[in-house]
């Protein structure tokens, strides 16, 4: 999983790697390339993991930690999220930029925009459709402006619907698509206050109406909720500040903090066979 720095926690800073128990194995590559890393994802094929490192860059690495392609660095690229598009192309979120990125999988050129710029205040995480639809999330940014909804584009990347979700407890932080086809959102409501209620809320796609909430039991005291990820077993998992937890998804039972590490500031986690 990636771990923040600087200004998003004063993290660790590094992609760390725990085991299946929950206990911490280390950091899964030492390269200085990554730096703050944000987004987390595996290739089509389960043989790169690809990083957004805040040095302004993407790298993919092989499961032995060892960075083998490498974007190079943007200037101010900002890159947060990042998740395959259906075409085959890795997609990051830019957030300065506010829009999305699509590069190749290779990384070997700087990619183009799948959205204009300023498509939305603050891009938080996005999911592909079934039919090719594009679903962004848009939340608050650190200078607290912005706005808590998802927008929708179609196959042509033409904006279908500019707030899908009108929920006046969302402030989205990520977003995945369910097994389903369902929303499924990370959401940290008020955005930034100490008494913030991190809950998991899955939505319809169509209308975009509230399916449920998930949510931790308090005693984990489980707060920034970022990186969302589905596993084996209908297993969803979260990970945010000081924990990673657990959901049975299809009953909703709550599973538990299966990682915890004090100063984690989690953003985005992968679960590896």
């Given at each position: 999983m990636?771990?923040?720095?600087g200004?998003?926690g004063?993290?660790y800073?590094?992609?760390?790697?725990f085991f299946?128990?929950?206990?911490?194995?280390?950091?899964?590559?030492?390269d200085?390339?990554?730096?703050?890393?944000?987004g987390l994802?595996?290739?089509p094929?389960g043989?790169l993991?690809y990083v957004?490192?805040?040095?302004d860059?993407?790298?993919?690495?092989?499961?032995n930690?060892?960075?083998?392609l490498?974007?190079?660095?943007?200037e101010g690229?900002?890159a947060g999220?990042g998740?395959f598009a259906?075409?085959?192309r890795?997609c990051?979120t830019?957030r300065r930029?506010?829009?999305?990125l699509?590069?190749?999988?290779?990384?070997?050129?700087?990619g183009?925009?799948?959205?204009?710029?300023?498509?939305?205040p603050?891009p938080?995480?996005?999911?592909f459709g079934?039919d090719?639809?594009?679903?962004?999330?848009s939340?608050?940014?650190p200078s607290?402006q912005g706005?808590?909804?998802?927008?929708?584009f179609?196959?042509?990347?033409?904006l279908?619907?500019?707030r899908?979700v009108?929920?006046?407890?969302?402030s989205?932080?990520?977003l995945?698509?369910?097994p389903?086809?369902?929303?499924?959102?990370?959401s940290?409501?008020?955005?930034?206050?100490p008494s913030?209620?991190?809950?998991?809320?899955?939505?319809?796609p169509?209308?975009?109406q509230?399916?449920r909430?998930?949510?931790p039991?308090?005693?984990?005291e489980?707060?920034?909720?970022?990186?969302?990820r589905?596993?084996?077993?209908?297993r969803?998992y979260?990970?945010?500040?000081?924990h990673?937890?657990?959901?049975d998804f299809?009953?909703?039972?709550?599973?538990?903090?299966?990682?915890?590490?004090?100063r984690l500031n989690g953003?985005?986690?992968?679960?590896l066979?």
């Open positions: 990636t771990s923040a720095s200004a998003n004063d993290g800073g590094i992609l760390l790697c299946a128990d929950g206990g911490l194995a280390g950091p899964f590559s030492d200085r390339r990554i730096a703050d890393p944000r994802s595996l290739s094929a043989d993991v957004t490192s805040g040095d860059r993407v790298v993919a690495l092989n499961w930690g060892k960075v083998v490498d974007s190079g660095r943007t690229l900002d999220g998740t259906p075409d085959g890795y990051v830019l930029r506010g829009t999305i699509a590069l190749p999988p290779r990384l070997d050129t700087e183009e925009p799948l959205l204009p710029d300023g498509v939305v603050f938080r995480g996005f999911g079934g090719g639809e594009l679903y962004l999330s939340g608050i940014g607290g706005d808590n909804t998802i927008a929708v179609d196959r042509a990347r033409t279908r619907t500019p899908l009108s929920d006046p407890e969302l989205p932080l990520d995945t698509i369910a389903g086809g369902n929303l499924v959102v990370s940290e409501w008020p955005f930034g206050s913030a209620q991190a809950t998991i809320r899955e939505y319809d169509s209308t975009g509230l399916v909430v998930l949510a039991e308090p005693t984990i489980f707060t920034k909720p970022r990186g969302l589905f596993g084996p077993g209908g969803l979260c990970v945010g500040r000081d990673v937890v657990a959901f299809p009953t909703g039972r709550f599973l538990g903090a299966i990682a915890e590490l004090r953003q985005a986690l992968l679960v066979p």
